[in-house]
C-alpha cells in the first residue's frame, strides 16, 4: 500500500474556481514537500512544511500541515489556465529522514 | 541559481549500448539523487549521493551505475537495459541529505529503450 496518498486523484475546475488538493500520510512526517510537474518536465519546487500547524503561501497558492503532522493539504485560490498539471505531495517519513517519497499525484485541469 | 541541469533531453538505446545521463548544479548542494518516473507514476528514488558518497541505492539493477566525480557532477552510467527501463529519468539537488532542505529537480531526460 502506499504510504501517501493524494485525493483528489483528478480535478477540472472553471477558471477563477478555488480548490483544495489533499496529502495524507499513515505515519508522522518529518518533512512535507509540494511540487508542481507539467507532463514529461522536471518537478517545480512549490513549498516545504516542517512544523505541525505550519502555514505557507507563494502567490495564490496555500499550504497547511496538520497539528499531528500526517495530512497536508494545498489551496489555489481563483485558479488560473498557468495552475494545471501534476501537483505531487513529497514527504519524508521520522524512520527515514532522508529519503523522500511521493504521493501518486494530483491532475489539475483548469477550464478558461 | 536555482538550476540543475539534464543531459540529454531525449535518449534513445539499443539494448546492447551503453550511454551515460549527466546532471550538473552549482547550487553548492552536497546531495544529488537519481529518481526514475514511469508514465502517470510519481517518482521514485534510485541512488542518493552526500558529498560524493553513495549512501542510499533502493535495491537498483547493477544495469544501472551512477557517478559523483564531484560536487556538481552526477552521472548515471546505463549498460544493457531492457525496454521496462524506459522512463523519464530525474536528478535532483539539496543542500544536504538531511531532508530539511528542499530539493531542486532536472527537466530529466527521457529514455526509450529498443
Known amino acids: 500500500s502506499q504510504e501517501l496518498e493524494q485525493s483528489p486523484q483528478s480535478l477540472i475546475v472553471q477558471e477563477g474556481k478555488n480548490l483544495t488538493i489533499n496529502c495524507t500520510s499513515s505515519k508522522t512526517l518529518y518533512g512535507l514537500y509540494w511540487y508542481k510537474q507539467k507532463y514529461g518536465e522536471g518537478l517545480i519546487f512549490l513549498m516545504m512544511?516542517?512544523?505541525?500547524?505550519e502555514e505557507k503561501s507563494h502567490e495564490k497558492i496555500t499550504a497547511k500541515l496538520d497539528e499531528k503532522k500526517q495530512q497536508s493539504s494545498l489551496h489555489i485560490t481563483a485558479s488560473q489556465p498557468s495552475h494545471a498539471g501534476i501537483y505531487l505531495c513529497?514527504?519524508?517519513?521520522?524512520?527515514?529522514?532522508?529519503?523522500?517519497?511521493f504521493g501518486p499525484g494530483t491532475s489539475l485541469s483548469v477550464i478558461p | 541559481d536555482t538550476e540543475v541541469t539534464q543531459t540529454p533531453k531525449h535518449l534513445v538505446m539499443g539494448m546492447t549500448n551503453k550511454k551515460s545521463l549527466k546532471c550538473e548544479q552549482h547550487?553548492?548542494?552536497?546531495?544529488m539523487y537519481w529518481y526514475k518516473q514511469k508514465a502517470k507514476k510519481p517518482p521514485e528514488l534510485m541512488f542518493v549521493y552526500s558529498y560524493e558518497k553513495l549512501s542510499i541505492n533502493e535495491s537498483v539493477p547493477s544495469r544501472f551505475s551512477p557517478e559523483c566525480p564531484n560536487s556538481s557532477l552526477l552521472n548515471l552510467h546505463l549498460h544493457a537495459l531492457q525496454p521496462e527501463d524506459s522512463a523519464l529519468y530525474l536528478c535532483?539537488?539539496?543542500?544536504?541529505?538531511?531532508?530539511?532542505?528542499?530539493?531542486?529537480f532536472g527537466q530529466g531526460t527521457r529514455l526509450t529503450v529498443v
Open positions: 512544511l516542517q512544523k505541525g500547524g
Open positions: 547550487m553548492g548542494h552536497r546531495a
Open positions: 535532483a539537488s539539496s543542500q544536504y541529505r538531511d531532508s530539511n532542505t528542499e530539493a531542486f
Open positions: 513529497g514527504a519524508a517519513m521520522k524512520t527515514s529522514y532522508d529519503k523522500v517519497i
